[in-house]
């Protein structure tokens, strides 16, 4: 019923910087938040940033003033752009939506495949 599709992933040095990006498609009648999570290799998902409808956003306290989220409603896309990024920064990041679908009640939630991010030298 519901896609979300990430790109924009990749290998970077430290200190560089990438955009992700996340693409909702499917009987989506209204997104209401968006997000993005990450995990490294043997570690368990966490939370990276989220953004509401309204453009609320919350971070990680481990990416604040390096990453930045945003939301493209029209286009059901959300962003993340990484700068000043360390190796800690590697592993698969994974997009998020909580929503509503055409023709169910209540919402759901989401996950795209997710795409590798790799921050080395």
């Known amino acids: 019923q519901v896609q979300l599709v990430e790109s924009g992933g990749g290998l970077v040095q430290p200190g560089g910087s990438l955009r992700l990006s996340c693409a909702g498609s499917?009987?989506?009648?209204?997104?209401?938040?968006m997000g993005w999570y990450r995990q490294a290799p043997g570690k368990q998902r966490e939370l990276v940033a989220t953004?509401?409808?309204?453009?609320?956003?919350d971070y990680a306290d481990s990416v604040k003033g390096r990453f930045t989220i945003s939301r493209d409603n029209a286009k059901n896309t959300v962003y993340l752009q990484m700068s000043s990024l360390k190796p800690e920064d590697t592993g698969v990041y994974y997009c998020?939506?909580?929503?509503?679908?055409?023709?169910?009640?209540?919402?759901?939630?989401?996950w795209g495949q997710g795409t590798q991010v790799t921050v080395s030298s």
């Open positions: 953004v509401t409808s309204d453009g609320q956003t």
């Open positions: 998020n939506a909580e929503l509503t679908v055409r023709g169910t009640v209540g919402r759901s939630y989401y």
């Open positions: 499917g009987r989506i009648l209204n997104i209401l938040v």
